[in-house]
């Protein structure tokens, strides 16, 4: 009987044996290899995605509006974002399918790194999809690592991965068709799930059309009835989704954003290989068709109104194919043998190699330093949430996209909340207004939107510069300027107070009542309570937020006499009737409510 076997043996011989395993067949230890390399490569992923999951940096306007819809389809609630974000209903539904599926507004402390989770678990399925379509276009395990580690690692990459952005799943469908007409096989499932990977990638993003060339060219050397039936489906089901679905499947482009300078300012290293690659990979027969798309994709950012955000996200898989199949064909000398590494067989090569890496690792640890994960300390829509909750509990608001999602993300009613798009012509009633960032570009879409802010006065303040949040209390009329200063009161009145024997005052506490930045009812109550005995002041504690807005201190703490303070603090009423009185290790903490009544402090508004 004849024995049949994948490897090659010797008679009188086991199977030969791989790396020290005995009894291995050579292609299984192959595969065995390459499944611990892609296993590896996914791990350094994953690790680097969930390290800047919640990065501030960059910012993409879009991103709070992606995020919003994603949360408004999961809860079965509606949604209108102010505009600049496209639509992409298919792609919003996919967001909102995986964050269902996974619970990941529960798990989350922000709605918005809820969402991003969606675009980690595409990263890692982007490894895989490089990994598979570079082995299926003839690249060496090797090659296919680099391919792999340049898209893992990069801190282009990680950046661009950690938005929330469409393209990143349209990505996925494109890669999934790519890797499917790139088999051998001529099964017709495979035609049949390629062609509806790339309607699902084109639904996603519009600027999946450019990987159709690709696909195209490919199924033509292959096979042109695969070609044919491939066409087929894709004219019927785009035909479908552009034609009578229109209103519900067509996908329109995001605006704004990063332009592609600020982009590979992160990896120039990158930046210039890709280019490189692409226009080199033309004349590599195996390379071509990516490398025609990969053009294409880049021309398309050159079309006024194509955000480079998502034209970088279906590029970036794309050029690490290319460099590594380059690098291979250059390795195996299948370049047109004019070229000067010919003439250096051995050292050319390796001297190439050498200053790729090295330009690679400066390039990426200057990206890495200015990529650099949020401070744990909470973002600034984090911090104006949780003042809200605690101030303004179950009030009518006025915010924009990135605050609606996050409220609503928390439990916030939300019909209790109103987007800008509610003031195309006049704004529903509310109660505050939440904002980030400069509202000139909403206020000049939404005219209304200005005549409720020119009422409105700032309360708090969290962040600085484009990520700073406003919240803003609505209605408040404006200042009389016939009536006497109340910061020249308070400052009269602290100084006074602060000079009393009977108080005594940490240094700090003394320098917030000389400038006038304490609570008119904290000023008037410290004064008769030590009226009943000596009094003893630690601080006057900042409500976050609220020190950039010009609101007085409202906090005050104080040791001493605990027992006698919290008791005459618990007995205010009416105007001087405390929010809370609460005992802490360092004394008892008394907190006044927002907006003091005015003209508490009369006698001292004179200079």
Not at 116 to 134: D, F, K, P, S
Not at 567 to 595: E, K
């Amino acid at each position: 009987m004849v024995q049949h076997s994948w490897g090659e043996t010797v008679t009188g011989r086991s199977p030969a044996t791989i790396a020290g395993r005995p009894g291995v067949h050579p292609r299984a230890a192959h595969r065995l290899l390459s499944l611990d390399i892609l296993l590896a490569i996914l791990a350094l992923t994953g690790g680097l995605r969930v390290v800047y999951l919640a990065a501030n940096r960059p910012a993409f306007p879009a991103e709070a509006a992606n995020v919003a819809h994603a949360y408004a389809l999961g809860h079965l609630t509606s949604f209108a974002d102010a505009g600049g974000a496209g639509v992409s209903r298919f792609g919003w539904l996919q967001l909102a399918f995986y964050t269902m599926v996974s619970d990941a507004f529960g798990r989350s402390t922000t709605a918005v790194a809820a969402v991003r989770e969606t675009m980690l678990v595409a990263a890692i399925a982007g490894i895989v999809l490089i990994w598979l379509l570079a082995r299926r276009l003839g690249l060496s395990r090797w090659a296919a690592t680099v391919a792999a580690v340049l898209f893992a690692a990069s801190p282009l990459a990680v950046g661009l991965q950690h938005l929330v952005v469409v393209e990143h799943i349209a990505v996925i469908w494109a890669l999934s068709a790519l890797v499917l007409v790139t088999t051998r096989e001529t099964k017709l499932w495979h035609d049949i799930l390629a062609a509806l990977c790339l309607i699902a990638a084109i639904l996603t993003s519009p600027l999946a059309l450019f990987f159709l060339p690709a696909a195209g060219w490919v199924l033509l050397r292959r096979s042109l009835t695969r070609a044919a039936l491939v066409a087929i489906l894709l004219n019927f089901g785009l035909g479908v989704a552009f034609g009578p679905a229109a209103s519900v499947l067509r996908p329109h482009l995001a605006s704004g954003g990063p332009g592609t300078v600020d982009w590979l300012s992160f990896d120039p290293a990158l930046g210039v290989l890709s280019v490189v690659a692409l226009v080199a990979g033309l004349f590599v027969v195996s390379l071509r068709p990516f490398a025609l798309s990969g053009l294409l994709i880049v021309a398309a950012t050159l079309i006024p109104g194509v955000p480079a955000t998502a034209a970088l996200a279906l590029l970036l898989p794309v050029t690490p194919i290319l460099i590594a199949g380059l690098a291979q064909a250059v390795a195996r000398r299948r370049l047109p043998g004019h070229l000067w590494l010919s003439a250096n067989p051995h050292l050319g090569p390796a001297v190439v190699g050498a200053v790729l890496v090295a330009a690679l690792g400066a390039s990426w640890l200057h990206g890495y330093a200015v990529l650099h994960p949020a401070a744990n300390r909470g973002s600034p829509l984090e911090q104006a949430r949780n003042w809200l909750r605690d101030n303004a509990s179950g009030a009518r608001l006025l915010v924009d996209d990135a605050a609606w999602a996050e409220l609503a993300a928390a439990g916030w009613p939300t019909g209790q909340l109103a987007a800008p798009a509610a003031c195309a012509k006049f704004c529903p009633p509310a109660e505050w207004a939440v904002f980030g960032g400069d509202p000139a570009s909403l206020l000049s879409r939404y005219p209304a939107l200005a005549g409720v802010l020119a009422s409105a006065g700032r309360i708090a303040v969290f962040g600085d510069g484009d990520d700073r949040v406003t919240v803003s209390r609505l209605g408040i009329a404006p200042a009389d300027p016939s009536a006497p200063s109340e910061d020249s009161a308070r400052a009269h009145a602290g100084s006074a107070l602060a000079e009393s024997r009977r108080i005594k005052l940490s240094p700090d506490a003394a320098a917030v009542l000389r400038s006038g930045r304490a609570d008119p009812r904290l000023i008037a109550t410290i004064a008769a309570l030590a009226a009943l005995g000596p009094v003893q002041v630690a601080a006057f504690p900042e409500v976050p937020g609220e020190d950039p807005a010009g609101q007085p201190r409202r906090r005050v703490l104080l040791t001493g006499d605990q027992d006698g303070a919290a008791a005459f603090y618990a007995g205010q009423r009416d105007l001087f009737r405390p929010a809370s009185v609460v005992r802490t290790g360092g004394g008892v903490l008394v907190t006044y409510p927002l907006f003091p009544p005015t003209g508490l402090l009369v006698p001292f508004s004179s200079p």
